[in-house]
């Protein structure tokens, strides 16, 4: 421990939160079975544990971006982020 006070991590990197395939399919606006179904084909990275599947948020959301064909909408401005979506649900919002 240092003598700051200030908690010493060790080189040890924060915990990503992971997301569940009920919070990812409120997110991106599907049914939690086609996220299921997409992570066993392998077109959305996950974990699954047993039964479960898990989830980063951060890897997902690089995920959709590669699958959307363009980020700029008719008008050829850029579409919203997803981040404030995607921080909510590392924070257990929706």
């Known amino acids: 421990m240092r003598d ?3 908690e010493h991590r060790m080189g040890l990197e924060e915990f990503e939160r992971f997301l569940d395939s009920q919070q990812v399919a409120d997110l991106i606006g599907v049914h ?3 996220v299921k179904r997409r992570a ?10 047993g039964k479960l599947w898990r989830f980063r948020a951060s890897v997902l959301e690089s995920c959709i ?4 064909p363009e980020t700029a909408d008719a008008n050829g401005q850029d ?3 997803l981040q404030p979506a995607v921080r909510a649900a590392r924070n257990g919002r929706k």
């Open 79 to 81: 579409m919203a982020p």
């Open 40 to 49: 066993r084909r392998g077109e959305i990275p996950g974990l699954k544990f």
């Open 32 to 34: 939690p079975e086609t």
């Open 65 to 68: 971006r590669e699958m959307m």
């Open 4 to 6: 700051d006070g200030v």
